[in-house]
């Protein structure tokens, strides 16, 4: 029997129920694969458990297999066989791939794989050793525990992504990420099966790679934080070895302002140049009419070809406002002698000329939303951030064209509107053939608001749910379903060694001076941190704004949100005492209450915390609204006249800025509120 997976997740309990063992196994994998069939019994993982690679082995499919028997030691504390056997017999796991696979992952490269688990054997077959990697994470996905020990339920998986470009962006020129911070997120995406690692290398607050031509870059441009080559090559190897593709970016003609406070003379004003610290929309641009500066394009672009191997190269291209060009009379005069009628022309004919460089060191350029520009040829493949309508327009035009706008992560969105936004939505009027043009999806990570501290808990474990929609079926969609496998998943990626769960804790400490934050905790698990801009709005952070403040410390989408909304819902749809979601609900904001004077207490012994005062103060009120609310539509009271006009204002209050932060339930108890009889 085959069926649809997003069936398979909702009944996988009750298929498998009769498993010898008693408790029935649920089904964590994320992404769901695209075909998945459960069988009868199970494979124990037992100290004689071994691994064997029958057809085809090399070092790279070697280290995937030991890493996750490393894996499946570190969970299951079982000490594991770590030579391979290369014959068949005897061997618990046999993976069977038909060959290396390309000796630079590719876009396109065949990462399908299939996973046959019996009561006796697991057998894993993939064409290539990234479709192994692939299945390899789906199998320490899948192993259970069990009442008896460790297992794996009995399954057939055939699995391929939908999307052969699914991307992570981390943008390192804002705030430096180091070494252990890009292995541990190449970790999570591999664990999450993302393919592509998009290194945002520069940026006007900062210039990340090492140049042997041009050491002034990093030396001026980098207040001593960036990447050797020597480092970037060993990441670059690193995400092979998951088969995950690194595509560099060095964003021009715009966002450059780093390049110029060594190299000045590339910039199109008079200079001198300081790396910027605040953030936005900056003026400083590259000249582009001047030779000079392609002779030193041609040479860097060449220099980092021999660190980034991959096909694609990114030239950024985004937000250039031709404000300095327009104020350099030679530009102008450029602009005019060649019939360049605005500074977006100009970028045009920038662009046109960054490609031959491209073309000339062999690679493919892809550039943001603003290259898209009739002079350009159709193999520049463009990268959408302002939305499914400028992406429709690329691949309407010729072009080949990658979305990124619904998978911003500082817009501090939940995981499902996240999940819910489909690279191509069902009423795309793109047609087959355009279709073929959209080659995936990235996640973006700007780094304008976070450091290496803070980085993960902004990224992970959101960008799983974001991976599921890149890879698997369009029919997986379940949102309940989505949030239950991505609290376990989250669990196995800090295992991984991910912080996203764990920095809350050491940064709650950090702010309280004492190892007693149970009152702090209970109030991050009902706030979030606002949204870019509008931190921004309140904050006007910069590149040297400390990012150690309650708001840094929480983290975006806590359960508190989803399930205040879902048990809202259900209680909504039959409101009674003997609903059960009105116990749920009681029991949630009657822990607010109570919390709330400790809270209090809590945030006035903190001088950074006074930003949040207002939250800890509005906590009991909102609590006491709920309650009431739940009252009155249990038992189908009316509530006095006022008493709705006035708990909606102080909901409304409770949306006013404050600290930076929000309530995660506000929402659903507006919705509560409203259903109130008066
Ligand atoms: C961008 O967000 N400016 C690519």
Request: charged share 20%; net charge negative.
């Amino acid at each position: 029997m085959k069926r649809a997976v997003a069936g398979a997740a909702l009944v996988w309990g009750v298929t498998l129920g009769a498993m010898a063992q008693g408790a029935p196994p649920q089904n964590h994998l994320m992404p769901q694969p695209a075909e998945l069939r459960s069988t009868q019994g199970s494979l124990p993982l037992s100290a004689s458990f071994q691994v064997a690679t029958p057809v085809f082995h090399d070092d790279r499919l070697d280290r995937a297999i030991a890493r996750t028997l490393t894996h499946l030691e570190a969970t299951t504390a079982q000490p594991l066989r770590t030579e391979i056997g290369r014959g068949a017999a005897g061997a618990t796991l046999r993976v069977e791939v038909q060959g290396a696979g390309d000796a630079v992952p590719s876009y396109g490269e065949d990462e399908s794989y299939t996973l046959d688990v019996t009561a006796t054997q697991a057998e894993l077959a993939a064409k290539t050793v990234v479709g192994a990697i692939r299945g390899l994470a789906t199998l320490e996905q899948l192993l259970e525990r069990t009442p008896t020990g460790y297992a794996w339920p009995a399954v057939h998986i055939a699995d391929e992504p939908r999307y052969h470009w699914r991307g992570l962006l981390i943008d390192c020129g804002r705030h430096f990420e180091p070494v252990p911070v890009i292995e541990r997120t190449l970790d999570a995406m591999a664990a999450v099966k993302l393919n592509v690692f998009h290194w945002h290398l520069t940026e006007d607050q900062g210039f990340r790679i090492e140049s042997k031509l041009y050491p002034k870059l990093t030396a001026l441009g980098s207040d001593g934080e960036f990447y050797t080559q020597e480092q970037a090559r060993a990441i670059v190897a690193y995400a092979r070895d998951r088969g995950i593709r690194v595509v560099p970016e060095f964003d021009i003609p715009g966002h450059s302002r780093s390049w110029f406070v060594g190299y000045p003379e590339l910039a199109s004003g008079p200079g001198p140049y300081t790396i910027r610290r605040d953030f936005g929309i900056e003026d400083a641009a590259m000249d582009p009419t001047r030779e000079s500066t392609y002779v030193f394009l041609d040479r860097f672009i060449g220099e980092m070809t021999t660190i980034f191997p991959d096909a694609y190269l990114h030239i950024g291209g985004d937000e250039s406002n031709g404000k300095s060009w327009k104020a350099n009379s030679q530009i102008v005069a450029f602009m005019k002698a060649h019939n360049l009628a605005d500074t977006g022309a100009l970028q045009a004919y920038f662009n046109q000329r960054v490609l031959k460089l491209l073309q000339k060191h062999n690679r493919q350029m892809v550039g943001w939303d603003e290259v898209l520009n009739p002079a350009l040829p159709k193999d520049v493949v463009v990268q959408s951030w302002r939305g499914a309508q400028a992406l429709t327009q690329s691949a309407q035009g010729g072009y080949r064209g990658i979305l990124s706008q619904p998978y911003y992560l500082d817009g501090m969105k939940s995981a499902k509107e996240h999940y819910l936004a489909d690279i191509v939505p069902p009423d795309s009027p793109l047609t087959a053939e355009q279709r073929q043009l959209i080659l995936g999806g990235e996640i973006c990570m700007w780094g304008e608001q976070l450091n290496q501290a803070t980085i993960d808990s902004r990224i992970w474990p959101r960008a799983a749910a974001i991976a599921e929609r890149f890879w698997s079926p369009a029919t997986v969609n379940n949102v309940d379903d989505m949030y239950r496998r991505l609290a376990v998943v989250s669990l196995q990626l800090e295992q991984l060694g991910l912080t996203h769960l764990s920095h809350q804790e050491v940064a709650l400490r950090g702010l309280a001076g004492s190892q007693d934050v149970r009152p702090l905790a209970f109030l991050a698990s009902v706030t979030e941190p606002v949204s870019f801009g509008e931190r921004y709005r309140q904050q006007h952070t910069s590149q040297l704004t400390p990012l150690t403040n309650f708001v840094d410390a929480i983290r975006p989408d806590p359960p508190s949100r989803h399930e205040s909304n879902m048990l809202t819902h259900h209680y909504l749809a039959k409101p009674g005492v003997e609903n059960p979601a009105y116990g749920a609900l009681v029991s949630f904001y009657q822990r607010c209450l109570q919390q709330s004077p400790a809270v209090d207490e809590a945030v006035r012994a903190v001088p950074q915390l006074q930003g949040v005062q207002p939250r800890a103060e509005q906590l009991p009120v909102l609590a006491g609204i709920a309650l009431a609310a739940l009252q009155y539509t249990a038992h189908g009271t009316h509530a006095p006249a006022g008493w709705k006009q006035q708990s909606l204002a102080t909901l409304q209050a409770a949306e006013a800025p404050a600290g930076i932060v929000r309530f995660t339930f506000l929402a659903p108890l507006r919705e509560l509120v409203q259903a109130v009889a008066e």
